[in-house]
């Protein structure tokens, strides 16, 4: 079996490089879907109140027989939630569904930054979350750089992680770059742009000479790049597919080639706009 690579994060967390994504996985058959995925070997589950799936991802932890610590999960505060009493609640209400003590990470799912609640009141909120030990590490998705430094110059608290969109279209290379320089990981969202770049010639092309598949290829490229990505399938071999990276190796050129590939095209929403609260 292959060796998933651990990534440390600014607190000194450790979180494996290569998870499952649960996006789009109905709440009905998010138990098998990520039972399978233990059974193949992920020991990283990214899920988020806004899926409503949380309870099946806690469902198959449990069924797994695998020990809590084993197992790296990751939820999302619901953008219904930003201010800080319904920050407290939300927190509460997805460590139940769950069925989990602490989370290993919890982010702000979206800025919001043109709502009428600050993402710094937000902010201000998961600090209080981490110190009352409800998640190991804190850290937020979809922030753009001015985001990101008015966390930081506010409150002094680095996020951990920083979930934005990336794959061969959308490089996002600035915002990763400025995390970086900040101790932020960054953590690849729709890593093959939703299967959006699996037929690119260049990735056919680098697939057919390392003998593994563009999906393969691309995953490869995110790891290769330093990013914690996290593939969602419902389909088992694909599940065993996106986990089989850690035998082959890309060429730098080949990297670049695949970097070279950016059309700063999103298949998501601009974070810079994007506004909607659930009610
Ligand atoms: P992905 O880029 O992971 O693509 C998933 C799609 O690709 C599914 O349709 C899947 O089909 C298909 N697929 C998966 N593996 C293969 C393969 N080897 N060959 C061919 N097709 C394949 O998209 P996601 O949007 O799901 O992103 C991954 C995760 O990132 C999410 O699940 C979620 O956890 C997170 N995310 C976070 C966001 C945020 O705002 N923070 C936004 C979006 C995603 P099938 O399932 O039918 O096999």
Do not use: C
Request: no cysteine.
């Amino acid at each position: 079996m292959s060796t998933v690579p651990q990534i440390t994060l600014n607190n000194g967390v450790t979180i494996p490089q290569l998870g499952y994504g649960t996006f789009q996985i109905t709440p009905e058959t998010t138990k098998d879907a990520v039972l399978t995925a233990l059974e193949v070997g992920y020991r990283h589950i990214d899920t988020a109140e806004m899926y409503g799936n949380e309870a099946g991802v806690g469902e198959a932890l449990r069924a797994s027989g695998l020990a809590r610590e084993e197992v790296f999960i990751t939820s999302k505060l619901n953008n219904s939630f930003h201010r800080r009493d319904d920050a407290l609640r939300a927190t509460q209400d997805s460590l139940s569904a769950l069925g989990v003590e602490a989370m290993d990470l919890f982010l702000i799912h979206w800025p919001l930054p043109t709502i009428d609640v600050d993402y710094l009141e937000t902010w201000k909120a998961m600090i209080e979350i981490y110190e009352a030990g409800q998640s190991r590490s804190i850290g937020v998705s979809n922030f753009q750089i001015p985001h990101l430094q008015r966390l930081i110059d506010e409150t002094s608290v680095v996020p951990a992680v920083n979930q934005i969109e990336v794959h061969p279209y959308l490089t996002n290379d600035a915002v990763r770059t400025f995390g970086s320089e900040q101790g932020i990981a960054t953590e690849a969202w729709s890593p093959i742009a939703q299967g959006g770049v699996l037929e690119d010639p260049v990735l056919v092309d680098i697939a057919e000479r390392v003998g593994r598949t563009t999906a393969q290829v691309t995953l490869r490229w995110h790891i290769q790049r330093g990013d914690i990505v996290f593939p969602k399938s419902v389909t088992r071999s694909r599940i065993e597919e996106n986990f089989s990276l850690f035998d082959f190796e890309l060429s730098d050129q080949d990297v670049a080639a695949i970097s070279g590939l950016n059309k700063d095209e999103r298949t998501g929403p601009n974070p810079d706009t994007f506004d909607y609260v659930p009610e």
